[in-house]
């Protein structure tokens, strides 16, 4: 009955040192951009797989449903993990922004997934409020777009800093180095010509649907020498990020209790 006792008191003591050590981890909030059909809510379902932060329910439904009305062909779709809405799944389209949370041995994350369609670009904006970070994605078919540059401009002006160029759907142009390199330079010229407050930009070449440079490193592009996408989430610095300078106070909520008075509740986000 003792060593019992000793065993319990031992994994109590160890569930309170995981519990402990998860409450100190760093909180990275970061939203995905890009326009229709780059990728962005298979990335996301991609990380989610990849990193095993799925429960087994979770697992089967999106195998089953897949099957049923997924648009991946063979292939999980791992899109499917954030449509949660019937009518975006049949519409095959992001139109709210979905949180979506999770967690590694080093840090959180809170994911907003928001949408791509022009028609729905203030949505984006609400998901990229709080963020640290943006992915913005291109399709490595298309590469930059009038979106891809819209959204960023966007990133930008929300006062983001840290901002990574995803190259999604590189098994559809042979893993091209030549190809990924060619969106990475007209990027980099864009970028030049604005007044950007970008202070960090990631660029990496990676297919959601393959796996290939989003939680592991792809042998298929060997040429390529940086981190995989979960690499630079995990380790991206932002402790420092807190802007002093510009004031920020997106409003969250109107408070109007009877037509005498009418106030905004919102949290400060940047500046004194």
């Known amino acids: 009955a003792m060593d019992t006792f000793k065993q319990i008191a031992m994994e109590v003591a160890t569930i309170d040192e995981f519990l402990e050590r998860d409450e100190r981890k760093e909180l990275l909030r970061l939203l995905t951009a890009g326009s229709v059909d780059d990728g962005k809510s298979t990335l996301i379902g991609r990380l989610l797989y990849d990193s095993k932060r799925l429960y087994e329910d979770q697992l089967q439904a999106v195998e089953r449903d897949s099957r049923r009305v997924g648009s991946a062909g063979e292939h999980i779709d791992y899109a499917l993990l954030c449509d949660g ?4 799944r049949e519409q ?16 959180k994350f809170i994911i907003a997934d928001t949408p791509g369609h022009e028609q729905y670009t203030r949505n984006m904006i609400t998901g990229g409020s709080t963020a640290n970070l943006a992915i913005i994605l291109v399709d ?22 840290h901002v990574v160029l995803a190259v999604n759907k590189m098994d559809l142009v042979d893993y091209s180095r030549e190809r990924f390199e060619s969106i990475v330079t007209q990027y980099r010229t864009w970028m030049d ?9 990631c ?17 298929s592009m060997a040429w390529y020498d940086g981190p995989s996408l979960m690499e630079h989430l995990e380790s991206v610095p932002i402790v420092n990020d807190t802007n002093l300078g510009a004031f920020r106070l997106p409003v969250q909520y109107v408070l109007r209790p009877d037509h005498t008075f009418r106030g905004f509740a919102a949290k400060i986000a940047s500046g004194i």
């Open 92 to 107: 095959g389209i992001t139109i709210d922004v979905a949180y979506r949370y999770f967690s590694t041995n080093r840090r």
């Open 140 to 161: 490595a078919c298309r590469g930059v777009v009038t979106q891809t540059l819209r959204h960023s401009y966007i990133v930008s002006l929300l006062g983001i800093r």
């Open 193 to 201: 010509t604005q007044e950007s407050h970008i202070d960090d930009l």
């Open 85 to 88: 809405l019937r009518a975006e």
């Open 203 to 219: 660029c990496i070449p990676l297919s959601a649907l393959e796996g290939e440079n989003v939680v592991e490193r792809s042998a």
